[in-house]
C-alpha cells in the first residue's frame, strides 16, 4: 500500500516533529510506503541546499520519500486557496508517478488537497480525512472569523463535501466521535461503514521512562529547585490559552507555600507571564520561563511535581486533546486542569490523575492546590497512576500507532474488529 500525507505545514515545525513524523513512522510497521507533501515557509528554502538534502535522505532512510512546496501566507484566504490548488495539482502528479493508493489530509485544508487531486483523476484513491479537531469552529472561538462570515461558510461546505466523500476518519477525543459519527464506538465504523478511530496526541513515552530519579535530582540541582514545590507549564499562552488564569494559579499556590517554583516551557515571549508572575509575589528566583525543543520537553518535567493545563472552555475544544496532558501524564505529574476540554475530565477523575476544576475561581483554585498536595505527599503511588494513564491513552507506538495502522487495514477490507 502507498499513502500520500498531505500536511499544511513545514517539515522542521514542532507540529511536524511531534504530531506528524512519529505517526508515519508507526503506519509504515505495516510496510506502508509513506510520501509526505509539506509546505514550507522559510524565504530562503531552496530546493537544492545542504540542509534539503540531509533532509530528505534521513527521511528517505526512514522509508518517508518527502515532497515539498513553498507556503504562501498573504492574503490569507487568497494565499491559502491559492495553496490549495498547488497541493492539489502537486498530489495528482504524485499519485500517478508513485501510484499512490490512499490520499491522507491532515485537517481539512490539506484534506481538500487530496479531494481536488481525486476530482483530477480517473483511477480515484482511498481519501483518509483526519478530521483531528473542529477547524471553522476554532476559528470562530478564537476571534478570528465571524461564524456569518464567507470564509467561515465556505470552510464548512468544505467540510460537507470531506465528510460525504472520505473513505475513512479520524478525531482527537470520544466527544468528537459522538457529535461527528453517534453510534461509532461500538462498530468502529460511521452508518455507512467508513472506518472511524479515535487517536489522541499521543507522545513516546520511551523519551520519558528513560529518565529516573538521579535524572530528577540532577535537573532539580542544575535549575536550583532541589527543595521547591515545582508547578510546571508547557506550551504557549494567549488565545485559548489561559495565562491570567495560570498566574492566578501560581499566584495562590505562593501564598499558600512559599518554596512554590514555576517551570514555564513555552514558545511564547516571556513577558506575556513574567510580569503576572511578579504581580503575584514571584522573584525573578521563583520562576524558570524559556523555550525549549521537543526532545528536552522530558528531563524538565522529571524536576516538576505537578502541572497546569487551562484552557478556554468552547464547542471547538470538546475536539481538542492537548499534547502537554499526555506529555504531563508520562512524567508522572498530576495535573490541574478545566472541564469542557475534550475527554480531559473523564480521564483525570476515572484514572485518578488530577483535578479538574469548573471555573476559575479562588476557592476552586484553593481546592486543586489542597488535592494536588495530598497526592504528590504518596509520590510513588501518583507517579504509578499517572504514567499508567499515560501507557492506556497516549502510547504513541500501542495506541497512536496500532490505531492508525487499523485505519489502513479496514480501509481495504471489510473487517469490523
Known amino acids: 500500500m502507498k499513502t500520500l500525507y498531505l500536511c499544511y505545514f513545514g517539515l522542521r515545525q514542532p507540529l511536524v516533529q511531534t504530531q506528524v513524523l512519529p505517526y508515519l513512522r508507526e503506519i509504515a510497521k505495516d510496510d506502508t510506503e509513506i510520501h509526505l507533501l509539506t509546505f514550507e515557509a522559510e524565504p530562503d528554502f531552496s530546493r537544492d541546499s545542504k540542509e534539503i538534502r540531509q533532509d530528505r535522505k534521513a527521511l528517505a532512510d526512514e522509508g518517508i520519500h518527502w515532497h515539498f512546496l513553498k507556503y504562501h501566507k498573504r492574503p490569507s484566504a487568497p494565499a491559502t486557496i ?27 485544508i490539506p484534506a481538500m488537497m487530496g479531494w481536488l487531486a481525486n476530482k483530477m483523476l480517473r483511477r480515484k484513491r482511498k481519501l483518509f480525512f483526519d478530521i483531528r479537531g473542529f477547524f471553522p469552529e ?11 462570515s464567507l470564509v467561515f ?14 473513505d475513512a476518519f479520524v478525531v482527537l477525543t470520544e466527544k468528537a466521535r459522538d457529535i461527528l459519527f453517534p453510534g461509532s464506538r461500538e462498530t468502529g465504523r460511521d452508518t455507512l461503514g467508513r472506518p472511524v478511530e479515535v487517536v489522541p496526541c499521543c507522545v513516546d513515552l520511551e523519551k520519558f521512562e528513560s529518565l529516573d530519579k538521579a535524572s530528577r535530582l540532577k535537573k532539580r540541582k542544575e ?3 532541589t527543595d521547591r514545590f515545582v508547578v510546571a507549564y ?7 490559552y489561559m495565562t491570567e488564569e495560570t498566574a492566578d494559579f501560581y499566584g495562590l499556590a505562593k501564598k499558600k507555600d512559599a518554596s512554590t517554583f514555576a517551570l514555564i516551557l513555552t514558545q511564547s515571549p516571556p513577558e506575556m507571564i513574567e510580569p503576572l508572575l511578579n504581580e503575584r509575589g514571584f522573584s525573578n528566583e521563583d520562576y524558570f520561563i524559556q523555550k525549549v525543543g521537543p526532545d528536552e520537553i522530558p528531563a524538565y518535567l522529571s524536576a516538576a511535581d505537578a502541572a497546569i493545563s487551562f484552557i478556554k472552555p468552547s464547542y471547538s475544544k470538546l475536539a481538542s486533546s492537548p499534547t502537554k ?31 479538574v476544576i469548573n471555573q476559575f475561581s479562588k476557592s476552586e483554585y484553593e481546592s486543586a492546590f489542597e488535592h494536588i498536595k495530598e497526592m504528590i505527599a504518596d509520590r510513588e503511588t501518583t507517579d504509578y497512576a499517572c504514567r499508567a494513564s499515560a501507557k492506556k491513552r497516549f502510547d504513541l507506538s500501542e495506541i497512536g500507532g496500532s490505531r492508525y495502522r487499523r485505519v489502513y487495514r479496514r480501509l481495504f477490507s471489510k473487517e469490523t474488529k
Not at 497541493?87 to 491532515?106: L, S, T, W
Not at 465556505?154 to 472520505?166: C, H, I, P, Q, V
Open 325 to 355: 496532558n499526555a506529555e504531563y501524564l508520562a512524567s508522572g505529574l498530576p495535573m490541574i486542569a478545566n472541564s469542557e476540554v475534550g475527554d480531559t475530565e473523564e480521564m483525570i477523575e476515572e484514572d485518578g490523575t488530577g483535578y
Open 138 to 148: 476554532e476559528y470562530v472561538d478564537a476571534g478570528l472569523w465571524k461564524e456569518d
Open 223 to 225: 535549575l536550583g529547585i
Open 234 to 240: 508547557v506550551g504557549s499562552f494567549g488565545g485559548f
Open 153 to 166: 461558510g465556505m470552510a464548512k461546505r468544505a467540510e460537507k463535501w470531506l465528510l460525504r466523500d472520505s
Open 82 to 108: 491559492y495553496d490549495v490548488f498547488c497541493g492539489a495539482f502537486r498530489a495528482r502528479r504524485i499519485a500517478r508517478e508513485h501510484k499512490i493508493d490512499v490520499f491522507h489530509g491532515r485537517v481539512h
